[in-house]
């Protein structure tokens, strides 16, 4: 007779659902027996221009040192994120994607009894890192489908020790300013540690979001969280950086797998911070690609939601469910966000010009269809 392991797993853990990543081609195929070469995935928010080159030689100088462990403390990727990001080596800390980050995070600081705030249709890792280690997740109601700071400063209590922000914001897109930052974080009590999630702000163009490191000297109770896998074109590689106090970092470097980020990917990272030109054009395709998207839903008689990342939430007014297995069967895959709380909508990663194409064309016919 076996145990019940459900029911032995921490409290937190059996009410949690895996998170559910953007289908893969590949499965997609098999499913419904499609040329793979012919399906279009718009779903996972990656970068459509393919890795910089300076990073793919960069890996394929570093494969004769597979026998080699990484450098468990990532020298060269921190010195250049360091002199880059205008902070000390001490404070950065280096995430096997930022998805690392905010789950060090929780490690280090939450525990049973204590709490974690963020935002209503907020990224998915928020209370899949705070409930596996037995925390509360408090979740405050969005205001137009983004962060409402005033009432998320006011959900925090005594047992609170992370507030996670994210600016733009996974799955909406939508944003906040550099007064309402200032004015959010003049007023989080010190005890508190405010994890400003920044994975899309590559895409920012001047002064459209505010930056989180010219925050970091004024508040210690700051951390900055970004990553390599969105304007860098790194995804599959993991790689993310947090920037903090010394202490913070110290505390975080703690609880880090000793080589949680591989010598390939500390290799792609140093060149890819380096290649100017590859992230300009990241931004310029992603420009692009938001206005032509936009442009194809204007023609369906579709609302959005206004967005600075490198994806765009599509509202159907109506289930989304249906339309998205429809796309599907066009071999198209986007996104649904029900698990969000938003079942009207498809989340739209920017791709290529004839992927976006090819995607408002499927919507067409799906929507047609009825």
């Not at 949690?16 to 779903?43: F, H, M, N, Q, T």
């Not at 959900?155 to 930052?181: H, K, Q, S």
Request: glycine fraction near 8%; include cysteine; charge should be negative.
């Amino acid at each position: 007779m076996s145990g019940n392991f459900l029911a032995l797993a921490q409290p937190g853990v059996q009410q949690l659902s895996p998170y559910v990543p953007g289908k893969p081609v590949d499965e997609l195929a098999r499913e419904l027996d499609l040329d793979p070469a012919k399906i279009v995935k718009l779903a996972s928010n990656e970068n459509p221009l393919g890795a910089s080159p300076k990073a793919l030689a960069a890996i394929r100088e570093e494969l004769a040192e597979l026998t080699r462990y990484p450098d468990g403390n990532g020298f060269a990727l921190k010195s250049l994120l360091a002199e880059q990001c205008r902070v000390e080596l001490n404070q950065v800390t280096l995430g096997n994607g930022s998805n690392d980050i905010l789950e060090l995070v929780a490690r280090a600081y939450l525990a049973p009894g204590l709490n974690a705030v963020f935002s209503e249709h907020a990224f998915a890792v928020y209370p899949i890192a705070t409930q596996a280690v037995g925390a509360q997740a408090k979740v405050v109601p969005a205001k137009d489908w983004g962060h409402d700071l005033p009432a998320m400063l006011a959900a925090i209590d005594a047992n609170t020790r992370v507030v996670f922000i994210a600016n733009p914001n996974n799955p909406t897109g939508t944003w906040f300013g550099a007064e309402a930052l200032d004015e959010f974080l003049q007023d989080v009590p010190e005890h508190v540690l405010v994890v400003l999630d920044e994975a899309y702000i590559e895409y920012a163009e001047g002064s459209d979001l505010p930056d989180g490191l010219d925050f970091l000297a004024a508040y210690p109770n700051l951390l900055v969280s970004r990553t390599f896998s969105k304007a860098y074109g790194l995804a599959a590689l993991r790689v993310g950086y947090g920037l903090s106090t010394p202490v913070v970092a110290d505390v975080l470097n703690r609880v880090r797998q000793p080589f949680n980020v591989n010598s390939l990917a500390l290799a792609a990272a140093c060149a890819a911070l380096k290649d100017e030109e590859y992230l300009a054009q990241s931004r310029q395709l992603n420009e692009s690609g938001m206005q032509q998207l936009q442009a194809g839903f204007r023609e369906l008689g579709l609302n959005w939601i206004e967005s600075k990342g490198n994806f765009i939430c599509v509202d159907l007014a109506q289930v989304a469910a249906p339309v998205f297995q429809g796309l599907l069967r066009e071999g198209v895959i986007v996104r649904p966000v029900a698990n969000y709380g938003m079942p009207n909508h498809l989340r739209v990663t920017i791709g290529l010009p004839a992927e976006n194409s090819r995607f408002l064309e499927a919507l067409r016919k799906v929507l047609a269809r009825g």
